[in-house]
């Protein structure tokens, strides 16, 4: 019980950690430092970043073609030694899940899972300075972060372990919400790779304009390079190398995925209040609809104010927390028991 409970609190301190994570890689992402530290897994060679006049210098003749700003290294080096960490809590969780692996209660394969996902992110990690921001890599990165912590917060409710009873209402009426409540799932998560692939194609700003991009209401737009995964590792990425076509094209994808999901989760939380009664499912529709709202006033502000640092950070925030809120709605429904 003792070491159950050690488990718990890990992963509790986990599931914080890899949300602080997202968000310093969503800061180091937007701030234009994700090159911030030429090499990996040192700064400029250091362990931190160079700090007096003689390592500043040193850095620069070591590496010429990366201009040495402290600005932008320490959002990189604070993002690796935090990410470093939770990797670190995971290899505990996953030794305590085979330590433990003979109790009933105790998940096993899920800690596992989490501790190849995270190897792969630390590989990702590499390959976005190595491969200077390839969007394909970069997406993939973040996608991982999110993946993270959403097996994170998976695993802390497996832990839990509490069946949910939602009081005077038949079952029948819970499982049938079930596949409404993962296809909204899944639309947060495609909804996420085309944020990701937004972000990481520099193609926030394309359009500057609501509702209409660029004062038209369909842009010329060229899907074909904008989706293109199969594009060439080119020289560095910062800054993009796509044309003005193919950035309005992912960015308005970016949108109507927006309306799509908004639309989605409206429908979604009128159909849980509809049977919820005054169980606490009413309160998980509307933290689910409360974080929708926030999360379009969130993307709007970004496309009017042209993407401030804090806004554009608070988005991505705010889209993890939507996750997190849709992954404990399909496990609930998973979980409910009650009589017919």
Partial sequence: MKNTKASFVLVQIAVMLAFCVVV?????????????CPDWPTCYGHAIWPNTAE??????????????????A?????????AGTLGFLIVLIAGYAIKLRSQPDQ???????LLGLVIAQGLFGMWTVTLKLWPQVVTGHLLGGFATLSLLWLLRLRLINGPWNPPNIPLRYWHALKPWAF???????????LGGWTSTNYAALACPDLPTCQHHWWPPMDFADGFNFGQEIGPNYLGGQLDGEARIAIHMTHRFGAMIVALYLIFLT???????GGSD?????NVILGLLLVQLSLGISNVLWSLPLPV?????????????SLISLNYRLHKSTAPW
């Fill in 281 to 285: 499912m009413k309160r998980q529709a």
């Fill in 270 to 276: 009128v159909k849980l209040k509809r049977h919820a």
């Fill in 183 to 193: 296809i909204g799932l899944l639309l947060v998560i495609c909804q996420i790779f």
């Fill in 107 to 113: 998940p096993f394969r899920l800690p596992l899972l």
């Fill in 74 to 82: 320490w959002p990189e080096v604070v993002h690796r030694y935090f």
């Fill in 24 to 36: 310093l890689g969503a800061f180091t992402r937007l701030k234009d430092a994700g090159l911030g």
């Fill in 55 to 72: 390592q500043i210098a040193a850095a620069q003749q070591a590496f010429p073609d990366s201009p040495f700003e402290q600005e932008k």
């Fill in 312 to 324: 554009a950070v608070a988005h991505n925030a705010c889209g993890a927390l939507l996750l997190l």
